[in-house]
């Protein structure tokens, strides 16, 4: 809602006096809100006026356009036709045609109906649910055999992963034993060798203070 002292409408199609004009144009200046609100109206105007003017129809079409024509029999041809004896006559021999045909099919009698529907649907109904049991017997055993094969896979793997993990516990096993005979052997050696070295060094000193 605007705050001017005037309607802005009015304004802008021209209703206001030059004072009234002239004090909307200066609140516009002051008040954002007002001018924003012109600048829309404005847009308003221009695109009202760009529209392309459209001539007026010259007639309207009613529903009651189709109830007002002229029936078939109200037709000058069905009137000429109608009023000839020959074609008179023909048509009354044709009615009376169609009305005996029309009364020997409707006086025939009807053809009774098969005692044995019901019990052929009951069959069909009772194979149905008989192939719908084999159906899932067969899934049944489809699925209890793949899972076993599936278990029994399962089980090959785990075992082969089993022995595959002993297998390289013993071999690293062995291989630390061996390590540890080497080191062993190797510190037994150098003790044996210090040992031999230290007896020799022990002789030298004793042949010395013999002399």
């Not at 009615?95 to 019901?118: E, N, W």
């Not at 399962?154 to 630390?176: G, I």
Request: charge should be neutral; proline fraction near 4%; include cysteine.
């Amino acid at each position: 809602m605007s705050c001017s002292p005037f309607d802005l409408r009015d304004y802008v199609f021209g209703e206001l006096d030059a004072a009234q004009t002239r004090a909307v144009e200066a609140h516009g200046r002051a008040c954002p809100a007002c001018a924003e609100e012109l600048s829309r109206l404005r847009l308003t105007e221009t695109a009202l006026f760009s529209l392309r003017e459209e001539e007026m129809p010259r007639r309207i079409a009613f529903v009651s356009d189709k109830i007002m024509e002229p029936r078939i029999w109200e037709a000058r041809w069905w009137h000429a036709w109608w009023n000839s004896a020959p074609r008179l006559g023909f048509a009354a021999a044709a009615m009376l045609s169609t009305a005996i045909l029309v009364h020997g099919y409707l006086s025939r009698p009807l053809a009774p109906a098969p005692a044995s529907a019901p019990t052929v649907v009951q069959a069909q109904v009772d194979q149905s649910q008989v192939n719908q049991a084999m159906i899932d017997a067969r899934v049944a055993e489809a699925v209890g055999k793949a899972v076993a094969a599936l278990e029994v896979k399962q089980q090959v793997r785990l075992a082969t992963s089993v022995r595959q993990v002993e297998q390289r516990y013993a071999e690293m096993r062995q291989e630390d034993l061996m390590n540890i005979e080497a080191s062993y052997n190797l510190t037994n050696q150098k003790m044996k060798a210090r040992y031999a070295s230290a007896m020799r060094q022990a002789g030298a000193l004793t042949d010395g203070g013999v002399q």
